[in-house]
């Protein structure tokens, strides 16, 4: 691996230039000047991903991980597949992303798996799935290594609340009690604190609790939570046996929990219009005269035959003048035809012919599809990062006289996917590659 690349992207990346930051990753493991050691490869695309994720690209982050998860050197499968978790909860796919969450916490090499307990709580809250997102709140909270258990405390006692235990959810409450925690997240941990009581009939336990959640002046309320609290103070003043039952939607920490980053979700689409190259037919005429009248006529008649002949023949070759003027418009349009679509960027075989060909079996493709000036050593290191793909995706095609670009999309055998930008030149009529890189349309 050529890490001056690498540390100049790292610098970059921690000067928070994270577009400036996927270009020399990229750039790193395009490099084939210095050999790849075991496992390296799976870094770069780990830190690809990470410039992904600070991009709000999540889909291709996505990709990225993925192919880190594929160098089966690159020995950090946990963290990858809790980053994978992450970038599915960000667009809100939570089904995939409780299957990498359960993959990470699974890895017994993962030296924080507390991260992908609390993704996975919290993408079994979001599946309505209150009783398995206590199980992962409670290992959250149980990780000897977690920084911060009482957030997974917090949305354990929600779980417990959701499931009309509002004894264990104050159990829950109060192990939290005991850690360090931010002021605003002890006023919530109160808040939430408050409703479990009143919901357990504890009305003078619930207004303490709702009073020191708001004994600083700065957290308010949420509207149910502010209910309860006016119920819980009515009680006490008529010295009531307390209200029954239970207002789940007074819970005062959101179901939401809360992910490890700052990521938004983001939705990045693109779409292109293919078109085929023209089809020209050809044209094909013939004219023939014959006439045995000229061996059966008298004198008189030759002369009249003569001047019939003459008129035919005058007919003859105005009908042949049309049909070589015809002809000569014809080629004209088909040439004028040809040369339109040579500056257009047709030509035959086509671009996409190229890239399928490519694909198709990159390790032994055709020497006819690369540019002749390049070296069997340069061929080796392009076609050695492209997947075999019989089905390779056409995403667009960039066309001029002389260049093209070629984007396509390969599908890896674990099921990610990989973009290439696939720059080519014209070769006579036809098109043949001159180099081939990922893409990553957030590099644009």
């Not at 490099?31 to 870094?43: A, I, K, Q, Y």
């Not at 809790?82 to 809100?92: C, D, K, Q």
């Not at 199980?135 to 009309?164: Q, W």
């Amino acid at each position: 691996m050529n890490n001056t690349l690498f540390d100049q992207a790292t610098i970059r990346y921690n000067n928070k230039d994270y577009r400036g930051a996927l270009r020399g990753y990229t750039a790193c493991l395009q490099d084939t000047s210095v050999p790849f050691s075991l496992g390296e490869v799976g870094l770069i695309y780990h830190r690809i991903g990470n410039c992904l994720v600070k991009l709000k690209n999540p889909q291709e982050a996505i990709q990225a991980y993925a192919q880190a998860v594929s160098d089966a050197a690159y020995t950090v499968n946990g963290a990858l597949q809790n980053n994978i978790g992450m970038a599915y909860a960000s667009l809100r796919d939570y089904a995939n992303a409780k299957i990498h969450f359960q993959k990470a916490v699974e890895d017994p090499a993962y030296d924080t798996p507390y991260k992908a307990y609390m993704g996975l709580g919290n993408a079994e809250l979001k599946l309505g799935n209150s009783a398995e997102a206590g199980v992962a709140f409670r290992e959250a909270a149980l990780d000897e290594d977690n920084p911060d258990p009482a957030k997974a405390l917090l949305n354990l006692g929600i779980c417990f609340m959701a499931l009309d235990r509002p004894q264990d959810a104050i159990a829950s409450y109060e192990s939290a009690e005991q850690f360090d925690m931010q002021a605003d997240t002890a006023n919530r941990l109160f808040a939430s604190k408050g409703q479990a009581y009143a919901a357990n009939g504890q009305m003078r336990e619930a207004v303490d609790a709702f009073e020191r959640a708001i004994a600083d002046g700065t957290y308010l309320l949420s509207d149910s939570a502010s209910v309860d609290y006016q119920r819980a103070l009515g009680a006490v003043a008529h010295m009531g046996p307390g209200a029954d039952g239970m207002d789940l939607s007074g819970l005062d920490i959101t179901a939401d929990g809360e992910y490890y980053g700052d990521e938004d979700p983001f939705f990045y689409d693109e779409s292109y219009e293919e078109q085929d190259p023209s089809q020209y037919p050809g044209f094909v005429d013939a004219y023939n005269n014959t006439n045995s009248d000229f061996f059966e006529t008298s004198n008189e008649e030759l002369e009249n035959l003569s001047k019939s002949l003459a008129r035919k023949d005058r007919k003859r070759r105005n009908i042949g003048l049309k049909i070589l003027v015809a002809l000569i418009v014809i080629v004209v349009i088909l040439l004028g035809a040809a040369i339109f679509g040579y500056t257009q960027g047709y030509g035959w075989p086509t671009q996409q012919a190229v890239t399928q060909e490519l694909f198709a079996d990159p390790e032994n493709a055709s020497q006819d599809v690369f540019l002749e000036t390049l070296s069997q050593e340069s061929i080796h290191s392009m076609t050695a990062a492209v997947v075999k793909d019989g089905n390779v995706t056409i995403d667009g095609v960039n066309k001029s006289m002389t260049d093209s670009v070629v984007y396509a999309t390969a599908t890896t055998p674990e099921g990610g996917s990989v973009t290439y930008r696939i720059n080519m030149v014209r070769d006579v009529v036809g098109w043949k590659i001159s180099s081939i890189e990922l893409y990553f349309p957030s590099m644009a």
